[in-house]
């Protein structure tokens, strides 16, 4: 089963940050927070990792709190093509992803 | 580059049919992985192959799901038997395979099985 919760779904203005949320309270200390995107019709994307430090990549940014029981995936400057469902995943190794259901986010114009 | 290609992109087959789909990773890529993605759902694992054996099949249904990797290189998922309950998206990924932090895994567009 998957270690995390994620909202079903999120809207977003095009242009406007986009912050999605996850939960994963059970996470162990050696374990990973990675986050994929699967826009429709597509395989999913891998888009950014962390583990305690908060990381940025031309995609986006990962922000992991202190106790890393959370964590949250911003797209700075969300666009049209953003709208897809994302997936967070708390892995060890990179052996298998356990997808959950993810957040489906909708960008609109 | 090139990517993870999967054929066939669709699949339609008759209860109780043998089925198989490929995989090709990308090159270089010592590690693959099968998922299998119901309507509506988040991808479900089914086996992981770490150059041509199976490191983890503990995903795979039942006894009618084999793969298999002969030389590490392209994989093919074997169904017999099929029922209705076998039609989704098959997805392949593949990855460098390292034992790293950062293993990430390039999927392709998918195999749509419907079984009749």
């Known amino acids: 089963d998957a270690k995390t919760t994620q909202p079903p779904s999120m809207d977003c203005a095009e242009g406007r940050a986009a912050n999605l949320p996850c939960n994963h309270s059970?996470?162990?200390?050696?374990?990973?927070v990675y986050w994929y995107r699967q826009i429709h019709s597509q395989g999913p994307q891998y888009i950014i990792h962390?583990?305690?430090n908060n990381e940025t990549n031309e995609m986006a940014s990962l922000i992991i709190t202190e106790d890393r029981k959370s964590s949250t995936l911003i797209l700075p400057h969300a666009t049209l093509r953003d709208t897809a469902v994302y997936y967070c995943?708390?892995?060890?190794?990179?052996?298998?992803?356990?997808f959950g259901t993810g957040t489906r986010l909708q960008v609109f114009p | 580059g090139a990517g993870v290609s999967q054929t066939p992109s669709n699949k339609v087959t008759e209860k109780g049919k043998y089925v198989e789909l490929r995989c090709d990773p990308i090159?270089?890529?010592?590690?693959l992985y099968w998922y299998r993605q119901s309507l509506g759902q988040g991808p479900e694992f089914l086996i992981y192959?770490?150059?041509?054996?199976?490191?983890?099949d503990s995903g795979l249904p039942n006894d009618r799901f084999f793969a298999v990797r002969p030389e590490g290189s392209v994989s093919t998922l074997k169904i017999q038997r099929t029922e209705r309950g076998d039609s989704a998206v098959y997805l392949c990924?593949?990855?460098?395979?390292?034992?790293?932090?950062?293993?990430?895994?390039?999927f392709g567009p998918g195999t749509r099985l419907t079984v009749l």
């Open positions: 990924a593949s990855s460098l395979g390292t034992r790293s932090s950062y293993n990430e895994q390039f």
């Open positions: 192959f770490q150059g041509t054996g199976a490191a983890d």
């Open positions: 962390g583990l305690k």
């Open positions: 059970t996470i162990s200390g050696n374990e990973y």
């Open positions: 995943i708390v892995i060890y190794n990179t052996d298998k992803l356990i």
């Open positions: 090159s270089g890529h010592t590690a």
